[in-house]
Every structure is written in structure tokens, then in C-alpha cells.
Nanobody, 127 residues
Framework: VQLQASGGGLVQPGGSLRLSCAAS????????IGWFHQVPGKEREFVSA??????????YYADSVKDRFTISRDSAKNALLLRMWVLKPEDTAVYYC???????????????????WGQGTQVTVSS
């Protein structure tokens, strides 16, 4: 069982990136999926989440990324995606993908609710 994240890198302010996280050993459609980020010296923070397939498809975002980031799942590839636009220096962090079964709506922004975690990918926004 594994989540493998990719797509991070260095981008200038205002630029865009696409993060991907491939799952193996389990089916992502049966799980809620999420992205979190963490900067050194700070706690991991919620970025975005999507409820498991078949529950309406509503997505959730931190206020700081709303209208700039989009979370989605690629069922054919068993992967979760995070598209990021209009990136800001304060978006710089290690981004982690996560998935978990049976996460209730009130806990979808809580990292401890997720069972599976990717290894993290660095996103640096700098000129």
C-alpha cells in the first residue's frame, strides 16, 4: 500500500504547478483524499480534500488557497491531483497527499483522520 507524490519544484510567483499522487495497493475511489502542507517549524496544515467517489464530489479548501487550487481524482490512473495556480511565496512548503476510508465530513480537514500518506514533494515559490 503506497502513495507516491510527484510534481513539485521551483516556480516563480504567479506561476502554476500540478501535483500528482499515485496510489498502489488500494483503490482511491473508495477513500476520501486530501492534500496537506508543512513548512519547517510549523505544524502540518490542511490544503484541500475531496470526499470519496459517490458522495457528490464536493471539494474543500483552506481559505488561503480557495479559487487558486483545484483537487481532483483520476480514477483511471488511481491517482489524486492538485492543480495550483497564481502561486505565492507563502505557498512554499512540502506537500503531502493523503487518503483514508470512512472519514466523516467534520473530520475531512484533520490530518489524523487519514490512513495513507505520501512521502511529500517540495514546492518552492520564489523569484
Amino acid at each position: 500500500v503506497q502513495l507516491q507524490a510527484s510534481g513539485g519544484g521551483l516556480v516563480q510567483p504567479g506561476g502554476s504547478l500540478r501535483l500528482s499522487c499515485a496510489a498502489s495497493g488500494f483503490t482511491l475511489d473508495e477513500n476520501a483524499i486530501g492534500w496537506f502542507h508543512q513548512v519547517p517549524g510549523k505544524e502540518r496544515e490542511f490544503v484541500s480534500a475531496l470526499r470519496r467517489s459517490g458522495t457528490g464530489g464536493r471539494s474543500y479548501y483552506a481559505d488561503s488557497v480557495k479559487d487558486r487550487f483545484t483537487i481532483s481524482r483520476d480514477s483511471a490512473k488511481n491517482a489524486l491531483l492538485l492543480r495550483m495556480w497564481v502561486l505565492k511565496p507563502e505557498d512554499t512548503a512540502v506537500y503531502y497527499c493523503a487518503a483514508g476510508p470512512g472519514i466523516i465530513l467534520s473530520q475531512i480537514r484533520t490530518g489524523d483522520s487519514y490512513h495513507y500518506w505520501g512521502q511529500g514533494t517540495q514546492v518552492t515559490v520564489s523569484s
